[in-house]
């Protein structure tokens, strides 16, 4: 059972496990919420601040600021909240590890072990259990950690979402590519094109 939240409007929104969390138009606070009724966890406090964006894992959640930077909140597990400093642009949450790109850099922490990101600039990122992926400027995906096995497909790419075992990614074309561990039910429909 899905629990309605009622102070929005709302920019964005992201689903952990058991949970979600959103961004509050009117002064970029977090709320959190669970999705199950029952669960009581350090995931659904918060911390105060104006975000510009967050990202959902299993049991801890990210977000960077509007002044660019990363706060953590949730199970520290594995070094889940031991953000880095620095000024960043995105974050994205996994299970244990998250990973941010930033202006000067890009920085990986929690996890065993701790992944380590190219250098690379990426415009899209996305961390699942024990791996993270990412599409370059360029438009291509490079996938660092345990990632799914299998080729990288041909891009360019504009959206991507990564999840245990497997991952998908949107063409510039709207069409779809998915790899790595697929059952039936995980292979996109053919034809399937994104508007």
Excluded at 123 to 152: F, H, N, Q, R, T
Aim: hydrophobic share 35%; charged share 15%; net charge negative.
């Amino acid at each position: 059972m899905y629990e309605v939240v009622e102070d929005g409007p709302l920019d964005q929104v992201s689903v952990g496990l058991d949970y979600a969390c959103a961004i509050r138009s009117s002064d970029r606070s977090v709320t959190c919420w669970t999705t199950t009724g029952t669960m009581a966890s350090p995931v659904l406090q918060p911390p105060e601040g104006e975000f510009a964006s967050i990202a959902t894992g299993d049991f801890n959640a990210c977000g960077t600021l509007v002044d660019g930077s990363l706060v953590c909140w949730g199970e520290d597990l594995s070094g889940a909240l031991d953000t880095p400093p620095g000024r960043f642009e995105q974050v994205a949450t996994g299970e244990f590890s998250s990973c941010a790109v930033g202006s000067t850099g890009n920085a990986c922490w929690g996890g065993f072990p701790p992944l380590q990101p190219p250098a690379d600039h990426f415009k899209v990122l996305s961390a699942a259990a024990g791996y993270a992926c990412g599409i370059l400027e360029d438009g291509s995906i490079s996938c660092w950690g345990d990632a799914p096995a299998g080729s990288l497909p041909g891009g360019p790419f504009r959206a991507l979402s990564t999840a245990t075992g497997h991952a998908c990614a949107v063409r510039m074309d709207g069409t779809l590519a998915c790899w790595g561990e697929l059952s039936v039910s995980q292979v996109p429909p053919e034809g399937l094109v994104a508007k």
